[in-house]
């Protein structure tokens, strides 16, 4: 997301927080889960997701985070996605308060981002789920999940035991599922895994 995208919120001088993901990796597969396990809840917050590369804050994000301030940055993903040492600067050029929402894995991350998006009023009754292999259903379902006021968790597709962080996530969270994907990205041994 970049400056004009921003005007075109409603008040952008009045943005409370903005959310800090990876945007740029060397190996591709690490560059999205992040951002997209916070997109329901970004968009929840009426926050924008901003990204970044791991060891630099990109100059246009810098400049956005200068002009407009917000009172909080929060980066998604931990210190082997986004260095303190960049953290530290966006939220230093934003004169903000620094949190981050973090797990060892895509998927503790995915499971910690659903846990605070619980905690800010977004409802677990169908929490939306995506593979966390591959970013296009999961791109696709953030702005659902937002519009329908639920979390988005990533899971591995592929193998019932593979994500066992957001497995027992969503069996102690989750009443209903809404499965993003055909059975070529979510088998159906993994949705049975999760059903029960």
Do not use: Q
């Not at 924008?48 to 407009?68: K, W």
């Not at 996605?81 to 050029?93: F, H, P």
């Not at 503790?108 to 995506?130: F, I, K, N, P, Q």
């Not at 899971?155 to 059975?183: C, F, M, Q, S, Y």
Request: charged letters at 25%; a negative charge.
């Amino acid at each position: 997301m970049v400056a004009e995208d921003i005007a075109s919120y409603e008040d952008p001088a009045r943005i409370g927080r903005v959310y800090l993901a990876l945007g740029d990796a060397e190996d591709a597969s690490r560059a999205w889960p992040d951002a997209l396990s916070a997109s329901a809840l970004a968009a929840h917050d009426h926050a924008p997701v901003l990204l970044t590369e791991g060891d630099r804050l990109p100059d246009a994000v810098a400049d956005l985070l200068t002009e407009y301030r917000p009172d909080e940055v929060i980066v998604i993903g931990g210190t082997a996605a986004i260095r303190d040492s960049v953290a530290e600067e966006a939220a230093e050029l934003a004169d903000a308060e620094l949190v981050r929402i973090s797990g060892d894995t895509r998927y503790a991350t995915s499971a910690a981002v659903a846990d605070v998006a619980r905690e800010s009023g977004l409802d677990d009754a169908d929490v939306w789920v995506a593979t966390g292999l591959d970013f296009p259903d999961a791109l696709a379902a953030g702005p659902a999940a937002a519009r329908s006021g639920s979390p988005l968790v990533l899971i591995d597709g592929r193998n019932p035991g593979g994500a066992p962080v957001t497995t027992d996530w969503l069996g102690r969270h989750a009443e209903g599922l809404k499965v993003v994907g055909g059975t070529a990205v979510i088998t159906d041994d993994v949705v049975d895994s999760l059903s029960r």
